[in-house]
């Protein structure tokens, strides 16, 4: 493991790891609107009806996360056919999750 450029995220000395979070990072630091929203995060939201309670079907009705809307409105846009015309990206923050808001704090989204 080494260290990284960006404050102390430790990431494996794997290049594909390394340019995997390089680009959730680039992506969170370009997010100029995080729509009043601490730690943003962006998903699909597919609403279909469910007569009863069942987790797996709940799920399914979820795409993401995306880090940015702008991300989440493109795949949507390129891949409508697999989703329904109720579909709508959705903000949601990651605020419970504290290492997903130490690394928004130091991104300054």
Known sequence: MEEVPWKGLIVS????????????????????????????YWLIIDPKQVLKLDIHRIASMITGPFFSRKDAEDFLNNSRYNFSKNAKVYCCSGCYSQKYCNLCKELDV
């Open 13 to 40: 000395n794997s290049e594909q790891v390394v340019k995997a979070v390089n680009d959730v990072v680039n992506t969170l630091h370009r997010c100029t609107n995080n729509e009043a929203t601490r730690a943003p």
